[in-house]
């Protein structure tokens, strides 16, 4: 059986127990979704924007499941340090209530599963469930097989205190399709977490696409973090589309799977909208991260900032791609991007390409991007004052990738991206101090 004919079979298997299969609009999607994957296939380095992560592999690829951590010690890991915040858990990408503790949300706010609101709100959904036509295959391979994923509906001016935390284990399946709708409406304020933590370390596939509405004057800080185990393929997609005066902040922690590609487009589609995309990864070995991003200004007065750092250690590869468009109506746009990388070994490599693409003549945008080792002169200060060589490169790479957890504005999400990182620097030890 080629790799096309599994997906399809997969699809024909899973099309019955799939949430709203009544509802027609949904049914014909996925249809259409199944059709473009298996016309389309994995894309590859052929194609321009897959250009240094192709995943023509996955043909010959076989998935397996493994022993994987009982999900209520990878949760209680998860969430230390924020046991009071609201939490939705899924496992093998189905809704898990009995792990899950949403407290009291304000009037308004509706929050929990997607399968859940396709029964009671199916009209919401449609309106917020994206087509089969958007993103590349990955994403209609996702719209067609997504079997659940968060449901986060704001009304005209929510104001969420605590963060929301979506937390998604693996387990016992070889592959899970996961997708998270969040719809801010007037003045809605929220920050959400996505977090997908490390399961059996076996070739497992993940494909993640969240879509983000913000309505006019809305507040929408999200972070996902990204920390799957070792021979894992990750593949997501994060998509917002942003109305007058809307805030978006989106922060991306990729820190695990052996091969992870992340997505990241935003449209400021109505005037004054500001968006920050802001980054951090980290890869050894031979494993390899890529972060494809687009922030699209449609309307004048629109304000954007950009800024990733890489951290690559062994034979990893890092790669960034961000594209900033500039409509002719978007006039005094204010757009900067960066992307930064540190190279931790001799052998590690870092692809970045910042672009800028204008059709306004008023504005002010600027991009740039580095790749470089660790300064020696700095490294130098540290070792003359006492400091151990290994110690001092660890504190030299922390510093490095701490900027970008410190535009993380909400204390505890900081944190937890803080405990992460530390994580993957092995003097994390040492480093505890820094907390």
């Known amino acids: 059986m080629s790799a096309i004919d599994f997906w399809l079979a997969q699809q024909q298997s899973a099309a019955a127990h799939l949430p709203g299969t009544a509802l027609p609009w949904l049914a014909s999607l996925r249809a259409r979704a199944i059709t473009r994957f298996a016309d389309e296939g994995w894309p590859s380095s052929r194609q321009e924007n897959w250009r240094h992560t192709s995943l023509a592999f996955l043909d010959q690829h076989t998935l397996a499941a493994g022993q994987a951590p009982a999900a209520e010690d990878v949760l209680a890991a998860s969430r230390a340090g924020a046991p009071d915040d609201h939490w939705l858990v899924f496992v093998d990408g189905r809704f898990a209530p009995a792990l899950s503790a949403i407290g009291g949300l304000p009037a308004g706010a509706r929050v929990g599963s997607l399968a859940d609101a396709l029964q009671r709100e199916p009209e919401a959904v449609e309106a917020a469930f994206g ?59 929220a920050t959400i977490a996505e977090h997908y933590p490390a399961g059996s370390d076996t070739a497992t596939l993940t494909t993640a696409v969240t879509r983000i509405q913000a309505g006019p004057d809305s507040h929408i800080s999200h972070l996902k973090l990204q920390q799957e185990a070792a021979s894992a393929i990750h593949l997501a997609t994060i998509s917002a589309e942003q109305s007058r005066g809307a805030v978006l902040a989106s922060h991306s922690l990729s820190f695990g799977a052996r091969l992870a590609r992340n997505d990241i487009r935003t449209r400021l589609q109505g005037e004054g909208a500001e968006a920050l995309l802001n980054g951090l990864y980290h890869a050894d070995g031979r494993r390899h991260v890529d972060h494809h991003t687009r922030i699209d200004h449609a309307r004048p007065q629109g304000t954007s900032r950009e800024y990733y750092r890489g951290l690559l250690d062994g034979n990893a590869r890092g790669v960034f791609t961000g594209r900033i468009v500039v409509a002719e109506d978007a006039q005094r746009t204010d ?99 820094l907390q």
């Open 131 to 189: 087509t089969a036509e958007d993103g590349d295959s990955p994403a209609a391979l996702n719209a067609a097989l997504a079997a659940d994923g968060a449901w986060i509906r704001l009304g005209r001016g929510v104001v969420v205190d605590k963060p929301l935390h979506l937390v998604f284990i693996g387990q016992a399946s070889a592959h899970r399709h996961v997708r998270n709708l969040i719809v801010a409406e007037a003045g809605a304020q």
């Open 335 to 433: 757009a900067l991007q960066r992307c930064d990388n540190l190279l931790l070994s001799r052998l590690a490599e870092a692809d970045a390409r910042p672009e800028l693409e204008i059709y306004a003549d008023d504005v002010k945008c600027a991009h740039g991007a580095t790749v470089g080792q660790i300064d020696e002169d700095a490294l130098f200060y540290l070792r003359a004052r006492g400091i151990e060589a290994g110690h001092a490169r660890e504190l030299l790479t922390y510093a490095f990738a701490a900027e970008v957890l410190e535009r993380i504005a909400c204390a505890p999400l900081q944190a937890l991206g803080r405990r992460a990182l530390l994580a993957r620097l092995p003097g994390a030890a040492q480093l505890e101090e």
